[in-house]
C-alpha cells in the first residue's frame, strides 16, 4: 500500500515490546490477562488492516482460500513476509509456521511460555483479520525455537 | 448527465452504516423513503446474487435490478459489507460504476482504520463524508 506518511519499522517494533511492559505493569505481572488485552488489541487492528490489504481482491470461494490469503498477503502486509508452512486437518485446525517470524527478531531467547505476551499481538491481530472475513477464530502461538513459531487456528464452527 | 441519487454501505447484518441520498440537481435529501426503500429491497438481490455467483468472484455485482425510473448496482467485500447505489436511468456505463464503488470502499477502509470507529456501527466521519460528497458530484 504506498503511502506517503510511513514509520521505520523499528520504532514499530519498540512500540511492540512497550505494549507488552505497559500490558504486564497494567495487570499486575498477571502474564494471561496481559495476554488477554494485547490479544484484543491485536484484534482490532487486525480487523481493520485486513479491510485494506483484501481492497482489490476478488470475493474468496472458500475456507482455504481465505487462510492462504491470510498466509501470503495479509502476513507479508503485517509480518513482512508470507509463511512457510500451512498445514490443515480439514477439520477447522490450521497449523501455520513462520520459520522467522518478524516480531521475534530481536527478542532474546526466553523460556518457552514466556513468549505468549510477545506472540500475543499477532494472534490477536491475526484472529481479526479472519473474524472480518468470516471466519471467527481462536489464535495461539508456539515458539520452540524463536525465531520459528507456528500458530494454530481453531475456527469457531468446523469449516472444512 | 447520469446522477447518483443514492449511496449505501450496509453491514453484514443489515443494519445501515452510512446512507446518503441527492435529489436530481445533486444536493442533498435527508429521509428520502423512496430510495431507502429502494436500497432495502436491494439487499436480498446482493445476497442473492452473492451466494449464486460461483464462477464470478468479483466484488461488483453489476445492475441488481431497474425500476421505471432507477438503477441499482450493487458490491460486495470480502468483510461482508455491502454497498448499493442507485442512479438515475441514463447510459451510467458498468466500469463508471464498478470505479465509484471501489474508490468508495477504499474511502470506507480508510474510514476503518479510525480506531474509535468500530465495525458495525454507523459512520460519522467528516472525512469520510467530505470525499464521498465530491466522489457523488464528480460522476
Known amino acids: ?160 | 448527465p447520469e446522477m447518483i441519487r443514492s449511496v449505501s454501505i450496509i453491514a453484514e447484518n443489515n443494519s445501515p452504516l452510512y446512507t446518503r441520498s441527492y435529489s436530481e440537481d445533486g444536493v442533498q435529501v435527508d429521509n428520502d423513503t423512496q430510495m431507502l426503500y429502494i436500497t432495502h429491497a436491494a439487499l436480498d438481490i446482493v445476497e442473492e446474487r452473492a451466494a449464486g455467483t460461483a464462477a464470478g468472484t468479483d466484488m461488483y455485482l453489476g445492475l441488481l435490478y431497474p425500476t421505471d425510473s432507477f438503477q441499482v448496482f450493487g458490491y460486495l467485500t470480502n468483510t461482508k459489507v455491502k454497498f448499493v447505489v442507485v442512479t438515475d436511468d441514463a447510459d451510467v456505463k458498468d466500469a463508471e460504476v464498478k470505479g465509484l464503488f471501489r474508490r468508495m470502499h477504499a474511502l470506507f477502509a480508510d474510514a476503518l482504520c479510525n480506531p474509535f470507529y468500530k465495525r458495525g456501527e454507523p459512520l460519522h466521519s467528516r472525512r469520510f463524508e467530505h470525499a464521498v460528497s465530491k466522489l457523488v458530484s464528480a460522476f
Open chain 1, 1 to 160: 500500500m504506498p503511502s506517503g506518511r510511513q514509520v521505520a519499522e523499528s520504532v514499530f517494533e519498540l512500540l511492540l515490546v512497550e505494549l507488552v511492559c505497559t500490558a504486564r505493569a497494567q495487570h499486575g505481572d498477571d502474564a494471561d490477562k496481559a495476554v488477554q488485552s494485547l490479544t484484543t488489541l491485536g484484534n482490532s487492528v487486525g480487523s481493520r488492516l485486513v479491510e485494506k490489504v483484501a481492497l482489490d481482491r476478488a470475493r474468496f470461494v472458500s475456507t482455504l482460500d481465505i487462510v492462504k490469503f491470510v498466509c501470503k498477503e495479509l502476513w507479508n502486509e503485517a509480518f513482512g513476509k508470507q509463511v512457510d508452512n500451512l498445514r490443515t486437518n480439514h477439520r477447522g485446525v490450521f497449523v501455520l509456521i513462520d520459520n522467522k517470524f518478524r516480531y521475534l527478531r530481536h527478542i532474546s531467547p526466553l523460556d518457552a511460555r514466556s513468549y505468549a505476551v510477545y506472540t500475543a499481538f499477532a494472534c490477536g491481530l491475526i484472529a481479526g483479520a479472519l473474524g472480518a472475513l468470516g471466519l471467527p477464530c481462536q489464535v495461539t502461538a508456539e515458539v520452540t525455537a524463536c525465531p520459528a513459531t507456528t500458530f494454530t487456528v481453531k475456527l469457531e464452527e468446523a469449516k472444512a
